[in-house]
T-cell receptor, first 111, second 111 residues
Framework: DAKTTQPTSMDCAEGRAANLPCNHSTISGNEYVYWYRQIHSQGPQYIIHGLKNNETNEMASLIITEDRKSSTLILPHATLRDTAVYYCIATSGGSNYKLTFGKGTLLTVNP | ETGVTQTPRHLVMGMTNKKSLKCEQH?????MYWYKQSAKKPLELMFV???????ENNSVPSRFSPECPNSSHLFLHLHTLQPEDSALYLCASSRAQGEAFFGQGTRLTVV
């Protein structure tokens, strides 16, 4: 799996968009980018994933650069409940599929 | 509610005890995982089962013994643990490629 690099922490004002970057410069062509978050002392929660195209669901949007070396998770209107550690993971599917978590980004949403 | 249920939620055990953690999913997933999360550390992947066969074992000490009797159930048998094994143990399930769903975890304290 490709190594991912994320900032240690970020702050965001409530109601504003939170943009969380992730660098995965060594990602291979068959590796997807997954985003999870973990609210304190709970199990991680899946947010979104993508391969090449930008993706959007009810929780967030994922923007992947054309060269696929980086991506940005966007929470369009952050709330206090979005305060969590956000993990960006690059992994392929099939028998090689596994989720290896790094340290992630602690996003703090402030009132 | 993620569809992945872990029991017990909390467990205190002595170093000479034998106990088991249980994980159950009825999501039709064919892969199940055990993770360990120690205080202020990233999640560590311990074991992966795909189609009920162990496909990953990240050099976990033999005092941790996994068992996957069928695609819906996963156990982690514990014996002669050490205080440093105190942690949050998380179970997850997924299809071969796709989002993983995590349980709420078992908070284990070894005394």
């Amino acid at each position: 799996d490709a190594k991912t690099t994320q900032p240690t922490s970020m702050d965001c004002a409530e109601g504003r968009a939170a943009n969380l970057p992730c660098n995965h410069s060594t990602i291979s062509g068959n590796e997807y980018v997954y985003w999870y978050r973990q609210i304190h002392s709970q199990g991680p929660q899946y947010i979104i994933h993508g391969l090449k195209n930008n993706e959007t669901n009810e929780m967030a949007s994922l923007i992947i650069t054309e060269d696929r070396k980086s991506s940005t998770l966007i929470l369009p209107h952050a709330t206090l409940r979005d305060t969590a550690v956000y993990y960006c993971i690059a992994t392929s599917g099939g028998s090689n599929y596994k989720l290896t978590f790094g340290k992630g980004t602690l996003l703090t949403v402030n009132p | 509610e993620t569809g992945v249920t872990q029991t017990p939620r909390h467990l205190v055990m002595g170093m000479t005890n034998k106990k088991s953690l249980k994980c159950e999913q009825h999501l039709g997933h064919n892969a199940m995982y055990w993770y360990k999360q120690s205080a202020k550390k990233p999640l560590e992947l311990m074991f992966v089962y795909s189609l009920e066969e162990r496909v990953e074992n990240n050099s976990v000490p033999s005092r941790f013994s996994p068992e996957c009797p069928n695609s819906s159930h996963l156990f982690l048998h514990l014996h002669t643990l050490q205080p440093e094994d105190s942690a949050l143990y998380l179970c997850a399930s997924s299809r071969a490629q796709g989002e993983a769903f995590f349980g709420q975890g078992t908070r284990l304290t070894v005394v």
